[in-house]
């Protein structure tokens, strides 16, 4: 008899989970909403989904996504001198999650996996750890649902070190060759501009990181859409030029009402296991290794962590599924999570010297620039130039 498995919350990381596991175990997905309300909800994320984590999604057969733009370089702007367009090796795509997952949810129900649509509260959770093998705890950034253990060392921060104002936008012309538009203001935050694939059809997404309490910091208090419109107008001209330049006065908007969104992330790693009742439960994704989006890894990371996870049960497909096999998924994570985590965190404080020094160098030197594009999709690599100081 196949082993039971609950996958809590059908976001990134657990659809990646739903679409890797649902042949080898008998499968059933709670999620919040239904798909039709996400589809006509708020947007949640930028979600660029680098060279590897499409190579899962192909490894994993999900939805293939013919339209989308596809993101073939990284442009870095420092302060107002655009130092140069790095090419990734495998091309990117953000593709709105709102579609993403609700089209994924359909799909996998047409596969046979079972759906329920309600938020799990604390009492169902007891009842569903004796009813399944194993939880699966992706709940994301409204979670964990479970008391994981923190894990200090990874987790530095009281208090959120950006905020994030995010639109999906018509009305502006990307920058060629297609990619995601980075610009550094030192002391007051960045701005990342990507084209993006919506259900209405292809948009920019404009995702500004102010330094809480700085210049940027100008989003508090709006409520409607077009308040964000008209403020993320005022920021474009006055901080960020070589946007503004290329926005079409007439047909600069939001693409649909859902299309802007403000949150604040602190950024907390835990140990993603634990026992409850007996019964192993595993988190993955943010719901354990919630980090600042200010490198674009959430989803990347949620994505590798869940092929980790598959792995480990597939491995332990018939044993008795303990501590054990937890500590094993987490051996298996902990060094990309760490790597990953500690970039990023050095990411939201001041730029150390020797990357401004090669960031300039990318300028006059092609391979530096390509390599610091490929930082986003192999970070690990980001992580040894920071860290290492090593020639990348
Ligand atoms: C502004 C912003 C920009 C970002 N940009 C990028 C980017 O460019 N690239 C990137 O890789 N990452 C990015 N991220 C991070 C990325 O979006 C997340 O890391 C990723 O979506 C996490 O996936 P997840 O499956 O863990 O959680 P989610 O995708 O958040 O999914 C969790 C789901 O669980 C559901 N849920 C929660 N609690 C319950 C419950 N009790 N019962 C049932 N269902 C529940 C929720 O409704 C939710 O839909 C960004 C994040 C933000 C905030």
């Known amino acids: 008899m196949k082993k039971k498995i609950g996958i809590v919350g059908s976001g990134t990381a657990g659809l990646h989970l739903a679409y890797a596991l649902r042949k080898d175990f008998d499968l059933t997905v709670f999620h919040s909403s239904l798909p039709e309300e996400i589809r006509k909800g708020r947007i949640m994320s930028t979600q660029v989904h680098f060279g590897p984590t499409r190579l899962r999604e192909r ?36 593709i709105d999650q709102r579609l993403y997952f609700s089209h994924c949810i359909e799909d996998l129900k047409e596969k046979g996996v079972v759906f329920h649509y309600a938020k799990v509260d604390e009492e169902q959770l007891r009842k569903l750890t004796s009813d399944f093998d194993l939880i699966i705890d992706c709940s994301g950034k409204s979670g964990p649902l479970f008391s994981f253990p923190l894990n200090i060392p990874l987790s530095p921060f009281h208090q959120p070190q950006r905020k994030c104002a995010v639109g999906y936008f018509t009305g502006i012309t990307p920058e060629k060759p297609l990619g995601v538009n980075v610009t550094i203001l030192p002391e007051i935050g960045e701005m990342f501009e990507i ?43 006055s901080f960020f030029p070589n946007i503004y330049e290329r926005v079409e006065e007439e047909n600069f ?58 792995e480990t049960l597939i491995e332990n497909k018939d044993t008795g599924w303990d501590s054990q096999v937890g500590e094993s998924y987490w051996e298996r994570v902990k060094p990309y999570v760490k790597e990953v985590t500690e970039w990023t965190n050095a990411m939201t404080q001041p730029i150390p010297q020797h990357i401004i020094e090669l960031l300039v160098q990318g300028a006059e030197d092609q391979s530096i620039a390509d390599n610091v594009a490929e930082w986003f999709a192999q970070p690990t690599t980001a992580h040894e130039a920071f860290f290492q100081k090593t020639n990348i």
């Open 195 to 237: 084209p993006a694939m919506t259900e209405e059809g292809q948009v920019s997404i404009l995702f500004l990181m102010p330094i809480p309490n700085q210049k940027l910091d100008v989003f508090k208090g709006i409520k409607s859409g077009e308040e964000f419109t008209a403020r993320m107008k005022v920021v474009l001209e």
């Open 253 to 310: 908007s939001l693409s649909d009402e859902g299309a802007f969104l403000q949150v604040a992330i602190k950024p907390e790693i835990r140990k993603p296991y634990l026992t409850f009742n007996d019964r192993l439960v595993v988190g993955c994704g943010d719901s354990v290794f919630l980090n600042d989006p200010i490198t674009g890894q959430g989803c990347n990371l949620g994505s590798y962590c869940a092929e980790k996870l598959y």
């Open 59 to 94: 490894r994993f057969h999900m939805p293939e996504w013919e339209a989308t733009p596809l993101l073939e370089s990284i442009h870095i702007t420092v302060g107002d001198q655009k130092l140069f367009v790095g090419r990734l090796k495998e091309s990117a795509s953000s």
